[in-house]
């Protein structure tokens, strides 16, 4: 509570600022941290009033960890994030424990600029517009920085960036952060869906802190002035790049493909075999029902338009469970053909339009694929009376 006080203080004090104040506004870009929420960076802005002996970072990347149904709400996306303001002498040493990078640049404003940009903080402070939900390419700590200048600043903010023959992805610009191959970078991208394929310029890339520390250099203000200063350095990274998970899931997943294949030739009515075709529908359908609660259960924009619903859907669980209940029931024969169609009409989407497949999903599919025609299949190659229906 003293500290809330000692913010709101702060604001009435910024809200006096006159010419004897001698402030320094300046962007912090703090490097991925070890903890996934962590793996993308953090941004935050710095004022310094070296008159009052003040030094505050502005902070938009809160969260309440005791906020009732965390966990709920921060999945389905409808967690309140917040902009705070802490001590520069609290802040740093959080990064230096964690062994990240922190970089500062200055902004290069005059007076005027500089209490405008403060008071623009403090008002978004004190009032409705602290909290917001967060989005995570369009309405994060980055792109909430980004929008302090842009609307302070307004028209008189240019960027001039350099001519480029082409622009990358979100998901091109994401993976980088998250390991290529690594089981996080498989599972994200079978979570995420089409906007994660849109083209991001050079503004869109500012919803990363590295592109925006790198981005804003280009900024100019009133034709001549550049936005920033070069980069100062706080902290090194003490973080190796790590040599990832030693087992891969392209590989997993390969080794599998011909071990099952060879199974589902020379042993397709073996007990064993068919209550592991119904564990593999299981799995699959488990997956399907994520995905499909993260397209139509969540606020989450990244994971709407999820088209890998059509070779991992919530329908092949139900196949699983009628496998181990009622195998021979009318309708597997029509789901499997059902099922492969949609896996051509994915495959066909992914060659058509600028959907993106992970390398280990290759072999799931082929898997799929088998399994599909092995179930269209399934009521005229299964005996009359197997054993394990006895």
Known sequence: ????????????????ISGRSQTRLSLLTCGPGEQMYALFGHTAIRVQDSLRGTDHVFNFGVFDFDT????????????????????????????QYEGRSVIEQEL??????????????????????????????FDNCSTRTRDVFEKVLKERLKYRFPESESLPTFRDMIDPFIGHDSWLDFGIDILLGAPT???????G???????????????????????????????????GNGTGAMVKPAWVFWLLLPFFALMWAYLPK??????????????????????AFMWFGTSHLATNSNWNLLWLNPLQFAVG??????????????????????LLAYLIAWQATSLEMHFAS????????LQSLRLADFKIKRPKNPDFLK
């Open 321 to 342: 469970i009628s496998l181990l209940l009622r195998p021979r029931a009318k309708w597997l024969p029509l789901f499997g053909w059902l099922q492969f169609l949609c």
């Open 1 to 16: 509570m003293q500290f809330r006080i000692l913010c709101l203080a702060l604001f009435f004090l910024f809200s006096g």
């Open 108 to 137: 290069l404003l005059d007076e005027a600029d500089e209490a405008a940009i403060i008071a623009f903080l403090a008002e978004n402070y004190q009032s409705d517009k602290r909290y917001y939900r967060y989005d995570f390419f």
């Open 68 to 95: 009732p149904n965390f966990t709920w709400k921060f999945m389905r996306g409808t967690l309140m994030y917040k902009l705070d303001i802490q001590e520069f002498q609290g802040f740093l040493p959080e990064y």
């Open 205 to 239: 890339q500012m919803f990363l802190p590295a592109f925006l520390s790198s981005n804003l250099a280009y900024g100019v203000v009133d034709e001549t002035r550049p936005l920033l200063s070069p980069p100062v350095t706080f902290l090194e990274p003490a973080l």
């Open 270 to 291: 073996i007990r064993q075999v068919l209550i592991l075709d119904a564990v593999f529908w299981i799995f699959y359908g488990l997956v399907g029902c994520l995905i």
């Open 197 to 203: 394929d849109w083209t991001a310029d050079e503004r």
């Open 362 to 369: 290759i072999p799931l599919i082929i898997l799929l694929v």
